[in-house]
C-alpha cells in the first residue's frame, strides 16, 4: 500500500538583529541554508526498510561546525548528528506504513534556522513466496520408476510463481531447472536415496523448501517363462519343470527359482526332486493316467518373491491310441484296476497296434486262436485279433514286433479264448527267440516251415508235445497243434481227428 504526503513548504526565520558593540544597530545574520538530496520527493520506501537520508547545510555568516542539525521522520527526532567540514549530514532511519515526511531542520548559533522537507511514499514489505510443501510420489520408488515432485507455493501478493527443482541422489545434485520429474532409468537405482529442493520465485524474491527423502526400494523379479517337459507323458513317466525366459529383474539381481506342482488342481505333496532349480522334476512314481500337473515356479532376487509363472503337463491314458504302452502288462502294472478288452500297444515307437490284453490272468497278449473247429481249415491272417475270433493269427511280422519285450509265452486250451482249463508256459529263451526272431523250423513235410517250441503238456486235455508253428505253405502266423511226433495236417490244427480242446490260444507277456 502507498501513503502519498504533501510536499511541505519550508521557511527560513532570522533571529533579532542584536547591537553593535559600541551600542549602535550591528549588521543583519543571515539564516542558515537546508537541502534534502535523498530521497528525491515522492520516491516509493518499502515499511520498516532502512533508508539512508542525505542533504547539506550551510551558514553564510559563520562556521558549518557550529550549525545544529536534527532530521525529523514521520514527525520523530530521527538523527540529530552535526554536518561534516562540507555542510554534508546523514541519517539512517526507516518509515512507517502511515508515515512517509522527513524534515531536516538547522539552526545556528544566534538562533536562526531553516528547514527542508520531502515527502516519499511509504510501501508495504514485499514477502518471499512460501513453498508450503514438497511432495515426492511415489513416496517407495523402484529403478526405473520417474519420480516427481509435486509443490505447494504461494505469493503474498497472489504475483505469478516461477518453480525450479534442484534433485539431489545421495547428496549429490543430479538435475537442476524446471523439471519437476527424476527419470529412475537415468539418475538412481536401488537403495539410494533422494530428494529435492524447490524453489518459488516472484521474479523479486524467492523462497524455498525441501522434501522428505525417499529411498529407492527394490523391484521384485518379473515372472519367467516355464514350460513341462514331456507336455504330453505316459503314466509312470517323469516331468521336469523348465525355465526357458529367466526373469526380469531391473535391478540386475541374480534370481532363483522354486517350483511347486499341483495335480488335477491339488497341491502335490509327494516327492519332487532337484535339478537345475528346486522341486523342478516330478519323479515318474508319481505320474499316473489321465492326470493333469501344473508347474508353478517362483522367482525370487534375494529379497522379494516375484510373480510365478505356470506350464503344464498332462499324463495321457495307457493303452489309448494316442497313448499306447510297451505292452498289456505295462498297462496293468499302471492302472491294477484295467479291464481285458482291446488295448493299443507299441513296443518299439513305429506305432500303436491293437491287441487283446487278458488282465484278469495278468497282463497277456493274444497273437493265435485256433480249436477243434479249425481242423482241416485254412486258418485267417489277422491286423486286429480280439476275443471273438476265431481259426485266426497275427502275421508272422506283428508277432515278431509285439514280442520285442515279452518274456514269457502261454499256451492255452478251454472252452473259450477267455475261459481255459488247461495251460503251458515257458520263458526259455528258445520260445521267446522263435517268437521274437521269426527262426524257421522245418518238420519233416517239406510243405511246412515252423517256428517251434515244445514244452510238456501239464494240463489233462494237452495230450503230446503242444506246438506252435507257422505254416508257409497256406498263409503265415502262429497256430496250434498237437504233436506225437508225425506232422500235422497241412493247414490243420490238430493232428488227430479229434481235437481235445474247443479253443486253443497263443500268448505273450
Known sequence: MRHAIPLMLFTAASACTPPSKDGGQASENTPPTAEITSPIDGSAVTEGEVVSLQGAVDDPDGAVADLEVSWVVDGIEACAEPPDASGLVTCDASFGLDGGTVVLEVRDPLGASATAQRSVLVESPRVAPAVERVLLQPDAPTTNDVLEATVTATASDDAPLTITYEWFVDDDSVQEGAAAQLDGAEFFEKGQ?????????????????????????????????????????????????????????????????????????????????????????LPASETASEQTWTCLATPDDGEDIGDPAEAFATICALGTADCAAPSCLTILEADASAASGMW????????????????????????????????????????????????????????????????????????????????????????????????????????????????????????????????????????????????????????????PDAVTTTWIR
Open 193 to 281: 536415496s533422494i530428494y529435492v529442493v524447490a524453489t518459488a520465485s516472484d521474479g523479486t524474491l524467492e523462497g524455498s523448501a525441501t522434501s522428505d527423502m525417499v529411498t529407492v526400494a527394490n523391484t521384485p523379479p518379473a515372472a519367467p517363462t516355464v514350460t513341462v517337459t514331456p507336455e504330453v507323458a505316459s503314466p509312470g513317466e517323469a516331468l521336469v519343470c523348465n525355465v526357458t525366459a529367466p526373469s526380469v529383474d531391473e535391478d540386475a539381481d541374480i534370481i532363483t527359482y522354486t517350483m511347486t506342482w499341483t495335480v488335477d488342481g491339488d497341491a502335490h505333496t509327494g516327492t519332487t526332486e532337484t535339478g537345475a532349480w528346486s522341486g523342478d522334476t
Open 344 to 499: 493299443s500297444v507299441d513296443p518299439d515307437g513305429s506305432g500303436a497296434s491293437e491287441v487283446y490284453c487278458d488282465m484278469d490272468a495278468g497282463g497277456w497278449m493274444l497273437i493265435s486262436v485256433g480249436g477243434a473247429s479249425c481242423k482241416g481249415n485254412a486258418t485267417s491272417e489277422l491286423t486286429t485279433l480280439g476275443a471273438s475270433d476265431s481259426c485266426a493269427y497275427l502275421s508272422n511280422a506283428a508277432v515278431m514286433r509285439l514280442s520285442m519285450t515279452a518274456t514269457e509265452v502261454a499256451l492255452r486250451g478251454g472252452r473259450s479264448t477267455t475261459a481255459f482249463d488247461s495251460s503251458a508256459f515257458s520263458t526259455s529263451s528258445a520260445a521267446i527267440d522263435a517268437l521274437q526272431t521269426g527262426v524257421d523250423w522245418h518238420q519233416t513235410a517239406a510243405t511246412f516251415d515252423n517256428w517251434s517250441w515244445p514244452a510238456p503238456g501239464t494240463g489233462e486235455n494237452l495230450e503230446g508235445w503242444p506246438d506252435m508253428w507257422h505254416s508257409s505253405d497256406r498263409a503265415s502266423g502262429v497256430h496250434w497243434f498237437f504233436s506225437n511226433g508225425v506232422n500235422p495236417t497241412a493247414g490243420g490244427q490238430c493232428r488227430t481227428t479229434t481235437c
